[in-house]
C-alpha cells in the first residue's frame, strides 16, 4: 500500500485496475476499504486510488484540526503527488463531504463527482446525532465499539438485522479486523462532519455530478440529499428504494450498477 507525501502529511492510498483515475473518499470511521465490494468493478475501467483520510487507516494523524475544507486541500495535493491532473471522484458519507469541497474549490481536478450519502449542511437531528457519535467514543474503550455499537444501527435498515443478520454479523467482524483508528481522529472526523457547511460551495461545482441516497437513510435522509442537488448544477439525484446510509454495503449490486453506470457514461464522453 503506497504512501506518498502532502505538504508533510503521509497519505496512504492503494491503487487498483486501470483506466482514468478514480478517487475514493472513505466514510466516518472507515479506511480504504470503504469502497471495496465496489473496486473489483470500478477497476475493470477506472484506476481506483482508495484513500486513507489523515487519521484512519494507515494514514497518521493531522497535528491541527481536522476540516472537510482542509481534507479537500489535501486530496488536491494528493493529486498533485501522484502526478493526476484530473480525476474522477466519489465520496461516501465524510468522504462526500470532502469532495464537495475539492471540487468547489479545485474545479479542474475533477472529471465528474459522485456524492453518496451527502449532506449541504447538518440539521438538528444530524447534529445530534454526530454529537451522540462523539459521546460515544469518549466512553467506549474503541472506535470499532462505536461502530458496531453506535453508528451502524443507524446506518443499515433493520433488515440487516433480522433478516440478514448473518451478513450483518460479517460487517462487525470485519470492521473489528481493520487497522484500529485513534479515538481522538474519530472524534476529530465526526466534528469536521458536523461543521461541514457547503451551502456557499455547491453553485461553484462545475462537474457533472451523481448524487445518491437511500430512501430509508436515517443520517443523511432523500431531504438533505435533494437539497445538495438543487445547489449543484445539472447534478442527477439517484434514490436507492428500501437501503439506509450504508448502501454500498447493504446493496452493493444496486448501488454498483448506479455509479458505475454514471462514472461509465464519463469517461465515454470524455469529462
Given amino acids: 500500500m503506497p504512501t506518498v507525501d502532502v505538504s508533510g502529511v503521509p497519505i496512504h492510498h492503494e491503487v ?10 472513505p466514510s466516518l470511521g472507515a479506511d480504504s476499504a470503504c469502497f471495496g465490494l465496489q473496486i473489483p468493478d470500478y477497476a475493470t475501467g477506472f484506476t481506483c486510488i482508495a484513500v486513507d483520510l489523515p487519521g484512519a487507516g494507515l494514514s497518521p494523524p493531522l497535528a491541527g484540526v481536522y476540516s472537510t475544507v482542509g481534507l479537500a486541500d489535501l486530496m488536491a495535493g494528493l493529486l498533485d503527488a501522484l502526478g493526476i491532473d484530473a480525476a474522477h471522484v466519489s ?3 465524510l468522504g462526500s463531504a470532502v469532495a464537495t469541497h475539492l471540487a468547489a474549490r479545485h474545479p479542474g481536478r475533477v472529471r465528474s463527482l459522485t456524492l453518496n450519502s451527502t449532506w449541504p449542511a447538518p440539521d438538528p437531528t444530524m447534529g445530534v446525532r454526530l454529537a451522540n457519535w462523539v459521546a460515544l467514543a469518549e466512553l467506549l474503550p474503541s472506535v470499532a465499539d462505536v461502530l458496531v455499537l453506535g453508528v451502524f444501527p443507524w446506518c443499515f435498515t433493520a433488515d440487516m438485522y433480522t433478516a440478514r443478520a448473518a451478513e450483518m454479523r460479517e460487517i462487525e467482524e470485519f470492521v473489528r479486523g481493520l487497522p484500529p483508528q485513534r479515538t481522538e481522529d474519530f472524534i476529530g472526523h465526526a466534528r469536521a462532519a458536523a461543521d461541514h457547511d457547503a451551502g456557499a460551495a455547491l453553485g461553484a461545482i462545475t462537474a457533472p455530478t451523481l448524487i445518491t441516497v437511500g430512501a430509508r437513510d436515517e443520517v443523511t435522509p432523500p431531504r438533505l440529499a435533494a437539497m445538495v442537488h438543487r445547489g449543484v448544477p445539472h447534478s442527477e439525484l439517484v434514490v436507492f428504494e428500501g ?3 450504508a448502501a454500498l454495503n447493504e446493496g452493493p449490486a444496486t448501488f454498483t450498477a ?14
Fill in 16 to 25: 487498483t485496475g486501470s483506466g482514468p483515475p478514480l478517487l475514493l473518499l
Fill in 91 to 93: 465520496g461516501l458519507s
Fill in 243 to 245: 437501503l439506509g446510509h
Fill in 258 to 271: 448506479a455509479t458505475l453506470g454514471f462514472l461509465t457514461a464519463r469517461a465515454s464522453a470524455g469529462t
